[in-house]
């Protein structure tokens, strides 16, 4: 299943933040990266990151090329990331 | 009778100062950096309780989950689990959190506790922890795992006191009895719910202030700004090589005074022979000039160390990603690319930290590429002999900008390689995923980087006294054997063994501009890259004869071309001299395909490139 990303403005990806974006994480769509990972297992390292429904992030820095990866505070550590698998991500 | 020995296994996320406590227990000295992923085999230590008890301490590398997604976190699972060949399942677990960022070791707790080992919680950093205001109901956090807690500070004395005393309460009153091993890998849906739980403890038990490390948050907004962060990068790297040139010379030109001095005094004192020809061709000359760059090494360690322990690799780490991403290598690769400048071997051993296999691969392969502590002896040698010491552009040491071209040709062409790799081999592949915690920023103690550079410099000295020791010997004698015939008009060392090996492998070699004494220098430089240098230091002492106390730099600029110094620069940018770098591929890929492989593509390079520098550089006439 993807997440219609016109959906409404308040639902976004991680991957297509901006630097400064802040919010809370409310779900986990593995599928919605294209990831050489399976969803299940990038979705586990995610989880395995901290990035639960509901935990607060942050976008602080942006890579120069293509604006990746991305490091993001997670609640109260910080985890870099790249766009491709922080699609899987779904903040509001 | 004694009690039996207690063993304890030390678990906990990367990065909690796993490794730290370690070494405060057992009094070792392994190595701890702030970043993760640091700690990439098992380790062992002993102790005793304060009560007596004999324990065995084994490190772990760090691990999120017990899953094994990496080489170095399969470790971590099979010994833990008593999968490991050999292994007793542990009597106790030691789970280390660093208690400024308690959700994910939490996490991995609460997984812990399914293995049904005995458990207690260390929560370490609780200095930082403290100076942040967090704020931990130790009893309740305990209640609510259902395992002791005590909390620690690794780095300070006196900071494992109450970890010692738990350990001999359980120890003595087993407490806590082992329960059956019911844990397998968490499905997605556990593991969300275990974060849940951990999270719902936390919120309970643990307070955490409303101010974060601004610390890191500043120097983060400049170090991983996207333009001035890669700036900055640049920077250091230059600097670094720069000093490595620049900053050893003054000390350097000490140690090589001392080296010409005593040279002198056994020429003077020993009576000429065989006696005082292997002192001071083979000792003095040979392994002193070796020596000689020790404070070069002591200060590529420095950097080195300075950098990982402020916490700027996993920084370096995110800026590099995309941009080694172009060259078909991991982010995760890099800290195991700069730890190759200063070895090879620590570097290649830190990629069992890439979980992905071709990944890992790839970085192995190309980590011997990067300039190694060991080429700077090579390096150095000939830069002084054949490149003027002049500024350029009023500052700029020209001696350290060719030292840089050279560090920069090492990385450009691993670049080069990897890039070649990912499009002949697996081209199709999607990117692994890079993911990284980047911790924050700890002042470097003083302590833990003098420890660092002393045992690295004491490395350095052994290898001098050992391996280098070694080859010096047999060279000195094949140099000097058999002796020339009475009457002979030659130099004696063409009438030894080491002028019929060189003779006749010149012929292979010579295209290359190298002349029989560079070519049974290379032989034993198979070993260590190093050894070259000492064995051009005994074969020209040898035939020096009578200005053999000179030094060996001065003697180069008048026997060579700079067409072949030059080749020779080309040729130790790739050459593949270095056993010990060989046996660790060997032994990482798990067979002698990867490493005959390396072998011979480095080989190859080796020769090409040594081939048109030396024949560029004739036609420019400096042939
Ligand atoms: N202030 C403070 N720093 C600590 C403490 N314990 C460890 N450190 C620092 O934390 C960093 C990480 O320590 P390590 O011991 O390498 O951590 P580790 O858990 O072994 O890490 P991995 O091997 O990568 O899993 C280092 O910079 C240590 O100096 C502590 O109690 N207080
Ligand atoms: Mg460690």
């Not at chain 1, 991957?15 to 779900?27: E, H, L, M, P």
């Not at chain 1, 995610?46 to 990035?51: A, D, K, N, T, V």
């Not at chain 2, 940018?573 to 270095?578: G, K, M, T, V």
């Not at chain 2, 072998?599 to 400096?622: C, E, P, W």
Request: charged share 15%; glycine share 8%.
């Amino acid at each position: 299943m993807t997440i219609d990303l016109h959906e409404s403005d308040s639902v976004r990806l991680l991957g297509n933040a901006r630097r400064g974006f802040s919010g809370t994480v409310q779900a986990l769509k593995g599928g919605n990266a294209e990831s050489s990972l399976s969803a299940a297992e990038l979705e586990s390292r995610l989880i395995e990151l901290g990035f639960v429904e509901g935990a607060r992030v942050e976008v602080l820095h942006e890579g120069l090329i293509g604006r990746d990866p991305i490091a993001v505070r997670v609640e109260n550590i910080t985890v870099a990331v790249r766009r491709r698998e922080a699609m899987a991500v779904v903040v509001i | 009778m004694e009690a039996a020995l207690y063993n304890i296994v030390l678990v906990g996320t990367p990065n909690s100062g796993k490794t730290s406590l370690f070494n405060a227990l057992t009094g070792s000295r392994q190595k701890v950096a702030n970043y993760p992923g640091v700690t990439v085999e098992r380790k062992q230590g002993f102790f005793v309780t304060p009560r007596g008890r004999q324990v065995s301490l084994i490190d772990l590398p760090g691990t999120y989950s017990l899953r094994g997604r990496s080489p170095d976190e399969e470790i971590t699972r099979d010994v833990v689990l008593g999968r490991a060949k050999g292994e007793t399942l542990p009597e106790l677990v030691l789970c280390v959190a660093d208690a400024t960022n308690l959700r994910l070791a939490i996490r991995l707790v609460l997984e812990m506790k399914h293995t049904g080992r005995p458990m207690v919680l260390a929560l370490n950093m609780f200095d930082i922890a403290k100076r942040r205001g967090v704020t931990v109901d130790v009893p309740a956090l305990s209640a609510a795992l259902g395992i002791p807690v005590v909390t620690s500070i690794a780095v300070r004395k006196g900071g494992t006191d109450e970890l010692l005393q738990l350990t001999d309460t359980i120890a003595a009153e087993a407490t806590q009895i082992a329960r059956e091993n019911d844990w397998r890998p968490h499905s997605v849906a556990e593991l969300r719910a275990t974060q849940r739980e951990a999270d719902r403890i936390i919120k309970e038990t643990v307070s955490l202030p409303a101010r974060p490390d601004t610390w890191t948050a500043r120097v983060d907004s400049v170090v991983l700004h996207p333009v001035f962060g890669l700036i900055i990068l640049a920077a250091i790297l230059f600097v670094m090589f720069q000093a490595v040139f620049a900053w050893a010379q003054p000390v350097m030109e000490l140690i090589a005074g001392g080296f010409e001095l005593l040279g002198q005094w056994v020429q003077a004192t020993l009576p000429a022979g065989l006696l005082q020809s292997f002192i001071q061709n083979g000792v003095i000359s040979g392994v002193g000039s070796v020596i000689v760059f020790l404070p070069q090494i002591i200060i590529i360690f420095l950097f080195i160390l300075l950098l990982e322990d402020f916490g700027y690799m996993a920084r370096a780490a995110f800026l590099m990603d995309r941009i080694m991403g172009g060259a078909g290598l991991h982010g995760r690769a890099f800290i195991p690319l700069l730890s190759s400048f200063a070895c090879a071997i620590p570097g290649i051993m830190a990629t069992r930290v890439i979980d992905n296999r071709r990944d890992r691969l790839t970085t192995i392969l190309i980590a011997p590429l990067m300039t190694c502590s060991a080429r700077i002896p090579v390096y150095t040698l000939i830069i002084s002999a054949f490149i003027p010491a002049k500024q350029v552009w009023g500052w700029i040491n020209l001696q350290g900008l060719v030292m840089f071209g050279l560090y920069v040709v090492g990385i450009t062409s691993a670049m080069a390689v990897s890039a070649l790799i990912k499009f002949f081999m697996w081209r199709d592949d999607a990117p692994a995923p890079f993911m990284l915690e980047l911790p924050d920023y700890k002042l470097p103690r003083l302590k833990s980087i003098a420890i660092g550079i002393y045992t690295r410099a004491m490395m350095f000295l052994q290898r001098a006294g050992t391996t280098i020791f070694a080859m010096m010997v047999l060279i000195w004698f094949l140099a000097s054997f058999p002796q020339a015939p009475v009457g002979a008009t030659d130099p004696g060392i063409d009438y030894s063994l080491a002028a019929i090996i060189g003779r006749f492998i010149e012929p292979v070699l010579a295209p290359l501009g190298f002349n029989w004494q560079i070519a049974v220098a290379l032989i034993p430089g198979m070993a260590a890259r190093e050894v070259a240098v000492a064995a051009l230091g005994t074969v020209y002492s040898i035939e020096g004869g009578k200005e053999a106390a000179e030094q060996i730099g001065q003697v180069l600029a008048t026997k060579w071309s700079l067409a072949t110094a030059l080749s020779l620069l080309a040729w130790y940018i790739f050459a593949p001299q270095c056993a010990s770098t060989l046996a660790v591929i060997k032994r990482e890929t798990g067979g002698w395909r990867w490493m005959w492989i390396t072998f011979f593509y480095m080989l190859a390079l080796a020769y090409a490139a040594s081939l048109v520098t030396y024949n560029i550089a004739r036609s420019f006439g400096a042939g």
